[in-house]
């Protein structure tokens, strides 16, 4: 019997809807649990042909233990070594690689030195930074936040350099992230399930939480529609997430991909709606059973991305560039005997 185990922390309805749809569909050798860990041993298998992950970014035992697990053959949806690995930074330097839109961006670093640290760790910053230039990058009104951050913690919307300096004053250790801010005519999040599935729903991050899914207006056009499913497909194989959300603000009839670094993103029925939910849960659940069918023992049962692989090959990149058929090496005429 393969059994797939869901790991989470304080939400209910989606783990026990997901455990309970698996079940129902009664796939033959397949069941569905949450998962239970009474031990962990390096090497040792958890005995779980997939897990689904939904909480080891917050608890770093559960972290190592997926690892753990994922070397000894588990499918763990996401994968752990590259989500350990992963920010919203890095995130935005591939997506300008592979052509997808996205705000300025720069990297600011924290304002207190880390645990451990002093000025003298730090010989390689040129103090103070040129602000006027990041300034100038990102233009103002802008966005701060955390540079590997989520749940809309510690952002803060900045109006001038004052504001700037006021705000990042008071945000510790943490590297953030300064953002131009995207006026938008239109606003979608997007789950994307095993690199194929998608569902595009609109959303209006200005509401309050339990409202941002209810917008009631049509989008503008299915070609919007048709540019955003693909550039959420595109990230996520390159960034090879089996669960993520991608978001998107549309300026100008652009969209531009503002947050995708969600891999445990919110799937609670009373935030999503009925609807939502009911398409998150029913894929999760086919997607989780196809891995278990899939899932070998005894061999590496994680999604790698198009940027890992491509990486570990020697290759290009981009798609673009991989297709670009190399210059042909000019032919050199073979020398010969001037005839008499």
Known sequence: MKKIGILFGQERSFPEAVIARIN?????????EVVKIDKIFQNSALDYAVIID??????????????????????VINNPFWWSADEKFFNNALAEQIGVPVPKTALIPSRQHPTGTTGESFSNLTMPLDWDSIFEYTGFPA?????????????????????????????????????????????FRCYCIGGKYVRIMQYEPRNPHHLRYEVGKSPSSEKLLKTIEEYTLKLC????????????AVRDGVPIAIDFCNPAPDADLKSVGPENFEWVVETTANYAIERAKAQKTGQDNLTWGKYIKASAAGLPLTEKTLLKKPKATPKIKKATTPKK
Request: hydrophobic residues 35%; aromatic residues 16%; glycine residues 10%.
């Open 143 to 187: 966005y701060m936040k955390p540079f590997d951050g989520g749940g809309w913690k510690d952002v803060y919307k900045l109006h001038d350099k004052e504001d700037f300096f006021d705000k990042h004053s008071g945000t510790g250790q943490l590297v953030m992230l300064l953002q131009e801010e995207i006026i938008f005519e239109e606003y």
């Open 24 to 32: 129902e569909k009664a796939e033959k050798g397949i069941t569905a």
């Open 54 to 75: 939904r909480i080891s970014q917050d608890v770093p035992f559960y972290r190592a233990s997926l690892k753990n697990a994922a070397i000894t053959g588990t499918a």
């Open 237 to 248: 194989n390159y960034l090879g997430y089996d669960f993520n959300t991608v978001e998107f």
